[in-house]
């Protein structure tokens, strides 16, 4: 079973930046999509909002329509870690963020969760 330890919320004033980090340990040879979910007040994990991802080979970067133009998504390879660049921040986005990882065959991991607070 591989483990997934994020980096990098906080609070920021609205129009602000973050950058999110999620380093996975164990199996990520065996990951095909690596990315963010958000989860608002009063909604489970599972139920969250998809924010980001990016396969793992070949690169390709997915996004929410809500976020687009204002995240990226990249990977570094060689230290089994994908990040979330945050731009134009909005009160909107204020969420807890978690990283996933759905290996090529089982099931989704989920890292612990970091708190994002855009302020107005």
């Known amino acids: 079973q591989g483990q997934l330890v994020e980096s990098g919320g906080g609070l920021v004033q609205a129009g602000g930046s973050l950058r999110l980090a999620c380093e996975a340990f164990?199996?990520?040879?065996?990951?095909?999509?690596i990315g963010w979910f958000r989860q608002t007040p009063g909604k489970e994990r599972d139920l969250g909002d998809f924010?980001?991802?990016?396969?793992?080979?070949?690169?390709?970067?997915l996004y929410a329509d809500s976020v687009k133009g204002r995240f990226t998504v990249s990977k570094d390879t060689a230290n089994s870690t994908v990040y979330l660049q945050m731009n134009s921040l909005k009160p909107e986005d204020t969420a807890v963020y978690y990283c996933?990882?759905?290996?090529?065959?089982?099931?989704?991991?989920w890292g612990q969760g970091t708190q994002v607070t855009v302020s107005s």
């Open positions: 996933y990882l759905d290996p090529t065959s089982g099931s989704r991991i």
């Open positions: 164990g199996r990520i040879n065996n990951a095909h999509t």
């Open positions: 924010v980001a991802g990016i396969t793992w080979r070949s690169g390709r970067q």
